[in-house]
Nanobody, 127 residues
Framework: QVQLVESGGGSVQAGESLTLSCVIS????????MGWFRQAPGKEREGIAR????????GYADSVKGRFTISQDNAKNTMYLQMNSLKPEDTAMYYC????????????????????WGQGTQVSVSP
């Protein structure tokens, strides 16, 4: 059974940093795309970063490029999102997701392309 569990969210002030983690279990595919998404109140869920497991570089939305870094630790079955220089507009519920057996070819991950989702972790950034 596939399971994704996020952690690391919290409340910070603008300019501070947070690192989100996503522990992945139950995956047997050698080729996947992993992504980070966020959803602010009253807004649609948006893709912000993605990483092809097995090849290729990461992709980022313009809103986070240069501030956020997506990475993985295969030994720990964990994906990370390092978030620096946080802004109030980064406030949202953050989700990790996996696309089974396929890579992502666009820099910005699309919600419809992903099969499995975590429960989310809240990030709140105050001015």
């Amino acid at each position: 059974q596939v399971q994704l569990v996020e952690s690391g969210g919290g409340s910070v002030q603008a300019g501070e940093s947070l690192t989100l983690s996503c522990v992945i279990s139950g995956y047997t595919y050698s080729k996947n795309c992993m992504g980070w998404f966020r959803q602010a109140p009253g807004k649609e869920r948006e893709g912000i970063a993605r990483l092809n497991i097995g090849g290729g570089g990461p992709g980022y939305a313009d809103s986070v490029k240069g501030r956020f870094t997506i990475s993985q630790d295969n030994a720990k079955n964990t994906m990370y999102l390092q978030m620096n220089s946080l802004k109030p507009e980064d406030t949202a519920m953050y989700y990790c997701a996996a696309r089974r057996g396929l890579y992502c070819y666009a820099d910005i991950p699309r919600v419809a392309d992903f099969n499995d989702w975590g429960q989310g972790t809240q990030v709140s950034v105050s001015p």
